[in-house]
Antibody, heavy 118, light 110 residues
């Protein structure tokens, strides 16, 4: 079964750090870029970051640029999102998502909740 | 404020047809493929449409989409109560070098 599973969410104080993981299974992980998309409580989808198959192309939303860092380990079939200098507005469910062969995201994880609060 | 503009809500009766619009600009919808997603409460989004109008396997032909210029439209026919969900459009924005989504449209089947 093609699957993405996020982990690492939790409660963190403003200014703190958290590292999210996205574990893939059921497909050739190294053949796909991976993205992070978040959704604040009661709000819409917000793209966060993407990393290409070989980690040579990396993009960030302006809202997280300079604070978040994406990386991947193809040997471990995993993508990571290092989140530093967290703010209350970073509170959201974070999803990792795989781009479809054509376009769009065809595989999503179940999400992991990050809460930034004192 | 989302880069892509969707109506906050739409509604229609069971069995009827509803359309959801997605308005963008030349740097996103006007240039790149549009995809559509459905999100049921408490669940991850699900891909309904990719490359403007194509349906992944398993998505019924009640769902269709089109694009013209800087706007895209999702149409759902034969509405069912199970179609009540939030719907999002998304695409790549060449100027921003970012994926952008619409603000989402809540569909109510009356």
């Amino acid at each position: 079964e093609v699957q993405l599973v996020e982990s690492g969410g939790g409660l963190v104080k403003p200014g703190g750090s958290l590292r999210l993981s996205c574990a893939a299974s059921g497909f050739v992980f190294s053949s796909y870029a991976i993205n992070w998309v978040r959704q604040a409580p009661g709000k819409g989808l917000e793209w966060v970051s993407s990393i290409s198959r070989g980690s040579d192309l990396i993009y960030y939303a302006d809202s997280v640029k300079g604070r978040f860092s994406i990386s991947r380990d193809n040997a471990k079939n995993s993508v990571y999102l290092q989140m530093n200098s967290l703010r209350a507005e970073d509170t959201a469910v974070y999803y990792c998502a795989r781009p479809a062969t054509g376009d769009g995201f065809d595989v999503w994880g179940q999400g992991t909740l990050v809460t930034v609060s004192s | 404020q989302s880069v892509l503009t969707q109506p906050p809500s739409v509604s229609a009766a069971p069995g009827q047809k509803v359309t959801i619009s997605c308005s963008g600009s030349s740097s996103n919808v006007g240039t790149n493929y549009v995809s559509w997603y459905r999100q049921l409460p408490g669940t991850a989004p699900k891909l309904l449409i990719y490359e403007n109008y194509k349906r992944p396997s398993g998505i019924p032909d009640r769902f269709s989409a089109s694009k013209s210029g800087t706007s895209a439209t999702l149409a759902i026919t034969g509405l069912q109560t199970g179609d009540e969900a939030d719907y999002y459009c998304g695409t790549w924005d060449t100027s921003l070098s970012a994926v952008v989504f619409g603000g989402g449209t809540s569909l109510t089947v009356l």
